[in-house]
């Protein structure tokens, strides 16, 4: 299934048609979920397959061997997507671990009275949108990436694939206060303090770690780790659907690339909207990598306000 030149458009958002028919979409709004499903929902780019790495490290103890054998796809399946009958079907393993971009007003009725366990992972939007610029430059399966001001302007429309980030991060995290069956984690939180990130998620999951397999699991889940993974890093993905000569899937992983690409002018622009889209939305974005002397400061405000 080719289609690399076709978009699906659902219910007023656009998908990439070589992953996705309107009978797949129209599946994953019906899906009947189990009550001990895991499903990790995220904005593209924002830290999706890292924490397929981490649930699946999380299930095997830290044991490696699963996440260095059996494809991320495979292991946590795309329920939008339309191989996703096909691959949970023939995995035995439970529970099972769903990942899916869907926004909260479209999948949240299918959630509704089951207890499934979801982790939303939000990342900071302006290195989401650069990061999501290069994708699309070696994905070719999606549209033209064209400038990055373009680029950018598509994005705070929401009139990039998978639609709107803020409709996306606000529909998601405002179900935090109302439900004990999802947790908010950020990518920026997994860099900043990857070992503490695991040990929340493995006790979101009620699968706890002893110190030494936690460890195993931030050895196993690191950057460099899962840049050389195949696996995970998809360069298994065949070159006329993912170029890798214009671009590595896993490209930085850091905090405030963002600072690479956006003018002043651009910024500025930037926070515009977010402050005027976000303003009943509680989340507060980490947009840079503190030094060692900010952090210091801020943990010692942290202690005098105790």
């Known amino acids: ?86 691959v949970l079907g023939s995995s035995p393993r439970a529970p099972r671990v769903i990942t899916t971009h869907l926004p909260y007003h479209l999948l949240g009725p299918a959630l509704v009275g ?22 699309h430059k070696m994905a070719n ?6 400038s990055f001001p373009e680029f950018l ?14 409709d996306h991060v606000e529909g998601w995290t405002s179900q935090t206060a109302s439900t004990n069956n999802l947790l908010h984690i950020t990518y920026e939180e997994m860099l900043l303090g990857l070992h503490g990130a695991i040990k929340r998620v493995s006790s979101f999951l009620k699968c706890p770690l ?39 899937f896993m ?12 003018t002043e002018e651009q910024n500025q622009y930037f926070n515009n909207i977010f402050q005027s889209k976000m303003r009943d939305c509680a989340l507060e974005p980490v947009w840079e990598e503190q030094n060692e002397e900010q952090r210091n400061s801020n943990e010692q405000a942290t202690t005098d306000d105790m």
């Open 1 to 86: 299934m080719a289609r690399l030149d076709v978009t699906e458009m659902f219910h007023g958002i656009s998908f990439p048609g070589h992953l996705h028919t309107q009978d797949s979409l129209q599946f994953a709004l019906k899906f009947p979920f189990q009550d001990s499903d895991i499903l990790i929902v995220s904005y593209p780019k924002s830290g999706t397959t890292w924490m397929q790495e981490i649930v699946s490290l999380i299930f095997s103890k830290g044991d490696p061997h699963l996440s260095q054998n059996v494809p991320n796809w495979a292991r946590c399946p795309w329920l939008e997507q339309y191989y996703f009958s096909e």
């Open 251 to 262: 490209r930085k992983g850091k905090i405030g690339d963002w600072k690479n690409m956006f």
């Open 114 to 135: 089951s207890k499934a366990r979801v982790i939303y992972v939000s990342r900071n939007p302006k290195d989401v949108v650069v990061s999501f610029y290069h994708f």
């Open 210 to 248: 002893l110190e030494d397999e936690v460890n195993n699991c931030v050895k196993h889940s690191s950057f460099n780790s899962m840049k050389h993974n195949k696996m995970v890093n998809y360069t298994m993905v065949a070159q006329e659907i993912m170029d890798h000569s214009k671009g590595s």
């Open 141 to 146: 399966f999606l549209p033209e990436a064209g």
């Open 153 to 166: 302007n598509r994005f705070l429309e929401g009139t990039l694939s998978y639609g709107s980030w803020f």
